[in-house]
């Protein structure tokens, strides 16, 4: 993985973000006061499909982190892939949601004193939305067995792959690809088999209660949990915890990303590199001309920075009232 450029000390580019207004007259009055939170897939949305890197969307992430409002990764990662990627990133106070919503990591500011247990060494508590992974695979190697006979049916789990051939599929380091090895309720699979024999496949893992979800490279076979529940359930914890319903953006590049659009007010379709259709029902859907981490910032660009969405009123300093009145607005 590679990245030149970190958010670690937030700052505006020349080239970023626009400065903010100071009025936001009419209809978007009242989503100017209120808390924001952005959902963000990461391969081929925050982070470039081949590279992994960032930098075109980190003028808007310093802005963002600037103004207090969470960029909360959404991802078919591992918590352990994503562990050191977040603390790159700037992100690792805020919550995450991994394995394609089976897994949710919670800092201590977003538990709830009554439902959560303590936090492990790291601050944070692990929530396992999906199914246990040792249930995944059990069935896959049932189902293999079951359907050997059956035409079209041909595939490789993750768990399957050597380390190098991992690594070649991946373009990740063999160290990464360790990370992306360690699952706790998701199996990435890649099909080899016929279009007819997947609907086979999808239907007896349908029995199990399991379920196929198209990423980038991988198929991922979960449980019922996916990235729109658990963005739901992350809107509905910050709900309970500050007392409003938070204004959320959500941006992805891939058919795994449907359900996130869709469960969010604001919704960004990145241009992604693998020619699949993403349609989700979502009204307020902007799709973006650029692909990866420039297309992120489009969107961004597109839903937050516009003079005519621009739905923050602030000042072009941060030492004036109407700059901190906003801040406190976002942040308490
Ligand atoms: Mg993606």
Not at 51 to 70: E, F, N, T
Not at 102 to 120: D, F, I, K, T
Not at 127 to 151: C, H, M, N, S, Y
Request: neutral net charge; charged residues 20%; contains cysteine.
């Amino acid at each position: 993985m590679s990245s030149q450029t970190s958010f670690s000390q937030p700052g505006c580019s020349s080239t970023g973000p626009s400065p903010i207004t100071t009025s936001t007259p009419g209809r978007y009055a009242q989503d100017a006061v209120r808390p924001r939170l952005l959902f963000s897939d990461l391969d081929g949305s925050l982070l470039d499909h081949h590279s992994y890197d960032w930098a075109p969307a980190a003028p808007w992430l310093a802005r963002l982190y600037q103004l207090g409002i969470p960029v909360i990764p959404v991802t078919s990662k591992t918590r352990s892939e994503l562990l050191s990627l977040r603390k790159a990133l700037g992100l690792e106070d805020l919550p995450f949601i991994a394995e394609n919503g089976a897994v949710v990591g919670l800092p201590s500011s977003w538990c709830h004193s009554g439902l959560e247990r303590q936090a492990g060494s790291d601050g944070l508590v692990i929530k396992t939305l999906g199914v246990d992974i040792g249930f995944i695979r059990q069935r896959l190697r049932v189902w293999r067995e079951r359907l050997k006979e059956a035409p079209g049916i041909r595939f490789t789990a993750m768990s399957e792959m050597t380390l190098d051939g991992l690594s070649t599929y991946t373009g990740l380091s063999d160290p990464e690809a360790r990370l992306a090895r360690m699952r706790e309720g998701s199996e990435p699979l890649v099909w080899e088999g016929s279009e007819a024999g997947l609907e086979t496949f999808r239907a007896s893992l349908a029995g199990d209660d399991l379920q196929l979800v198209q990423g980038g490279r991988f198929w991922h076979v979960t449980g019922k949990s996916h990235k729109g529940n658990a963005v739901s359930w992350m809107i509905e914890r910050f709900a309970a915890l500050r007392g409003v319903t938070p204004l959320t953006l959500a941006l992805g590049d891939g058919p795994n990303d449907i359900a996130m659009l869709e469960a969010v007010d604001q919704a960004v379709v990145i241009q992604g590199c693998h020619g699949l259709p993403v349609e989700p029902r979502q009204t307020a859907l902007y799709r973006t001309a650029a692909a990866g981490p420039k297309g992120w910032a489009e969107g961004v660009e597109y839903w937050w920075g516009r003079v005519d969405r621009r739905l923050t009123p602030a000042a072009t300093s941060p030492s004036t009232y109407a700059y901190t009145h906003t801040l406190a607005e976002l942040t308490s």
